[in-house]
C-alpha cells in the first residue's frame, strides 16, 4: 500500500490521502520506523520483500517464487524439479494487456489450467492449478538459470523481447543431472507460444488472448521453521489469500488458515481474515496477516481503488485488531503494521523504496509520530532498519 505522492491527490500518498484513524493510532500509540525489506541484487518481489520481514537470509534461502508456490498449493517438490509461478495472462496487440487474465476467478483457472495439462503435459512437464490466475509449472530437470519477466512488472510492453532466456553464463551450462539453461529456456517459450493457441477463445476480453507466463522458478528452498530461529516463536499461523505467502509460511513452519472469501482482490472478506487472525492469537505466539488488495490496485494503476482498499484495510482489520487486543489484559500482545514493498499506482509496479512500518504494544514508549504514512515515519523512533532487523526487534519489544 506504500506509494508516491500524487498530483491529483494534492502532492499526497494514498496513505496520506485516505481515511486511516486505527492506523494512526497505532502510530501515535505507538513507534515507527522505515524498513529496507529488498536486499542489493534481488528484485523487488513479494517473495523476496515478506522473507526478508520474516528475517531470513535472502543469500541463503531464496529460490524464487515457483518453489513457494509449490508448498502452498500442497506439492511436494523432486529433487530434481524446476518449479515456476505460471501466470494466465492476457495479451493485445503485440503486448502484456494485464499480468491476470481479466482477473480469472479460481473456478475458470483450474479449468484452464488442466486443459494445458491435458495438452501440453507429460512425465517431465505439469501444469498444477492454484487460484484464480496464480498457477504452477513443474518442468522435471529443468534449469532456473533463466530470466523470466514478472509480467506485473511490464504493463503495456512488447512480450516477444520478453520471451525467457538463459543467464550469461548459463546458454550451455547446467547443473548436476539437469538440461541447459538454452534447453529450459526454448522449452519454456515453446509452451507460451503453444498455450496461445489452445486456450485461443477462453478469455473474457474479444481483443486480447490468454497466455501462460512462467515466471520466478527455483529449486527446492532450505528453510529453518522460525521456531527453530527466534525462542519467542513456539507456534505460529499464516492468513493470505496468495500462494506464495502461504509457501513462505509453509516453510517457515506456520500453520496455514483458509479463510472462506478470502480472494487477494478489493471484494476479500477483510473481516473474516481479521477475525481469524484473532482467534489464531490466542491458540499461537505469531500470526502473519497477510492483505494483498491494495497491491493489486496498485498494478492496475487505479488509485480510487487503492484508496478503497486501504480504508477497508483500516476499518475492517486494523481496527477490528486493535480494538479487540486492547482489552486482552494479562496478555503480552504486541501488533506491526507495515507493507512488504510500495507498488505506485503511476508506476504500476513494485519498486525497491524502504517501507513505513509501526509497532505497537501496551508498554511501549510512544515517539511523538502522529500519523501512518512514508512521509511521518521517516521520522520515527526506530529509524531506519534493514532485513532481520525488523522481527528481530519486533519480537524483543514484547
Known amino acids: 500500500m506504500a506509494d508516491h505522492p500524487i498530483r491529483r491527490l494534492g502532492g499526497m500518498t494514498p496513505l496520506q490521502y485516505a481515511r486511516t484513524p486505527n492506523m494512526d493510532a497505532l502510530a501515535r500509540n505507538g513507534k515507527t520506523g522505515r524498513l529496507v525489506t529488498i536486499p542489493e ?7 523476496v520483500a515478506n522473507t526478508a520481514i520474516l528475517g531470513y537470509d535472502l543469500n541463503k534461502v531464496y529460490e524464487g517464487r515457483g518453489p513457494l508456490e509449490a508448498a502452498s498449493i500442497g506439492y511436494e517438490m523432486r529433487c530434481d524439479d524446476l518449479a515456476l509461478r505460471c501466470n494466465i495472462v492476457t495479451l493485445a496487440d503485440g503486448k502484456i494487456k494485464n499480468h491476470h487474465g481479466g ?10 489450467i488442466k486443459l494445458l495439462d491435458s495438452r501440453l503435459g507429460n512425465d517431465d512437464i505439469r501444469f498444477i492449478a492454484g487460484t484464480q490466475y496464480r498457477h504452477l509449472l513443474v518442468i522435471r530437470r529443468g534449469n532456473k538459470h533463466v530470466e523470466c519477466a514478472p509480467p506485473h512488472d511490464h504493463p503495456c510492453e512488447l512480450w516477444r523481447p520478453l520471451l525467457v532466456r538463459p543467464e550469461d553464463g548459463w546458454a550451455d551450462k547446467a547443473d548436476s543431472g539437469r538440461i541447459t539453461g538454452r534447453e529450459t529456456a526454448d522449452l519454456l517459450n515453446r509452451l507460451i507460444i503453444e498455450s496461445q493457441e489452445i486456450l485461443a477463445g477462453c478469455g473474457r476480453d474479444a481483443d486480447g488472448k490468454l497466455s501462460i507466463w512462467p515466471w520466478g522458478g527455483g529449486y527446492r528452498p532450505a528453510m529453518n521453521r522460525l521456531c527453530d530461529i527466534y525462542p519467542q516463536i513456539s507456534s505460529g499461523a499464516v492468513i493470505s489469500a496468495v500462494d506464495l505467502i502461504k509457501g513462505i509460511g509453509h516453510y517457515a513452519g506456520l500453520r496455514i488458515i483458509k479463510v472462506e472469501g478470502a480472494t487477494g482482490l478489493a471484494d476479500t472478506n477483510y473481516e473474516g481474515k481479521a477475525q481469524a ?6 491458540r499461537d505466539d505469531f500470526v502473519f496477516l497477510h492483505v494483498e488488495a491494495s497491491d493489486e490496485a496498485g498494478h492496475d494503476g487505479d488509485m480510487e481503488l487503492k484508496l478503497r482498499t486501504i480504508e477497508n484495510l483500516d476499518r475492517k482489520i486494523v481496527g477490528q485488531i486493535y480494538e479487540e487486543v486492547k482489552s486482552w489484559r494479562g496478555e503480552p500482545v504486541a501488533i506491526a503494521l507495515l507493507p512488504d514493498h510500495p507498488t505506485p499506482v503511476e508506476v504500476r509496479t513494485h519498486v525497491n523504496e524502504p ?6 504494544n501496551r508498554n511501549i514508549e510512544a515517539d511523538g509520530v502522529q500519523t501512518f504514512d512514508e512521509e511521518s515515519c521517516v521520522s520515527g523512533g526506530y529509524g ?3 532485513f532481520n532487523e525488523f522481527i528481530e526487534t519486533f519480537l524483543n519489544d514484547v
Request: aromatic share 10%; net charge negative; hydrophobic share 45%.
Open 41 to 47: 541484487g534481488f528484485h523487488p518481489g513479494s517473495e
Open 103 to 112: 482477473h480469472l476467478t479460481t473456478e475458470e483457472g483450474a479449468k484452464l
Open 277 to 282: 487472525a484473532l482467534e489464531a492469537l490466542r
Open 355 to 360: 517501507v513505513p512500518f509501526a509497532v505497537w
Open 384 to 386: 531506519m532498519l534493514r
